[in-house]
């Protein structure tokens, strides 16, 4: 069964600290892997998406990275701030099929002052 | 390029009353799916459609159902509505280039049922 872990499932660290949230995956066969951040009550946004080949993506102070070995990816925010506050959600997408994308249940990040 | 658009934003309807939600996707995106959000659930999802056809289908009973008009256009469609299905719907309209696979969200309508 295909199926997406994320860890931890909710972080609280202080403004201006880094942070790790991880992504463990067993959707096969692997088309790329997406990261996205939601802002409460606001539709997912975009971070970055890695196909097979890339092992490394970044985004201003987001930096993603793919394992596919392993299959783990992880999201690393540099220098947080108070508007990172937000679930961050890992999807995976095996071909390039829509309804074959499966999705974490997301790590919720609080910034705090 | 203006992003993915649904309509209402809010919503507010009586159990067992239908409703219908509207999302329009980026220009030049042929395929949409709706997806829904529950707290604690994650994202689950409904339905795709490609071209006016329904391309794939997730696990919901058969009081979801939508449609895709000619200009790629999609409608979501809930009838009889129960108090579980008080949450965030989401479309996101998405592109294929070959190999290539990008996924955009509109906002969101928010359907609280009382």
């Known amino acids: 069964k295909n199926q997406v872990e994320q860890s931890p499932q909710s972080l609280i660290i202080l403004e201006g600290k880094n942070c790790t949230l991880q992504?463990?995956?067993?959707?096969?066969?692997?088309?790329?892997l997406r990261w996205y951040k939601q802002d409460t009550g606001r539709g997912p946004v975009s971070l970055t998406i890695?196909?097979?080949?890339?092992n490394t993506k970044s985004n201003g102070r987001y930096t993603a990275t793919l394992d596919a070995d392993t299959k783990q990816s992880s999201l690393h925010i540099t220098a947080s701030q108070l508007s990172d506050s937000a679930s961050y959600i890992c999807?995976?997408?095996?071909?390039?099929?829509?309804?074959?994308?499966?999705f974490g249940d997301g790590t919720t990040l609080t910034v705090k002052p | 390029k203006a992003g993915v658009t649904q309509t209402p934003r809010y919503l507010i309807k009586t159990r067992g009353q239908q409703v219908t939600l509207s999302c329009s996707p980026i220009?030049?995106?042929?395929?949409v799916s709706w997806y829904q959000q529950t707290p604690g659930q994650g994202l689950q999802f409904l339905f795709e459609?490609?071209?006016?056809?329904?391309?794939n289908k997730g696990n919901f009973p058969g009081r979801f159902s939508g449609r895709q008009f000619s200009n790629s256009r999609s409608e979501m469609n809930v009838s009889t509505l129960e108090l579980g299905d008080s949450a965030l719907y989401l479309c996101?309209?998405?592109?294929?280039?070959?190999?290539?696979?990008?996924?955009?969200f509109g906002p969101g309508t928010r359907l609280t049922v009382t």
């Open positions: 890695m196909t097979f080949s890339e």
């Open positions: 992504c463990n995956y067993t959707v096969s066969p692997f088309s790329n």
């Open positions: 220009s030049g995106h042929r395929s």
């Open positions: 999807v995976v997408t095996v071909n390039t099929n829509a309804g074959k994308s499966t």
């Open positions: 459609y490609f071209s006016e056809t329904q391309r």
């Open positions: 996101a309209s998405s592109l294929t280039r070959g190999t290539y696979y990008e996924q955009y």
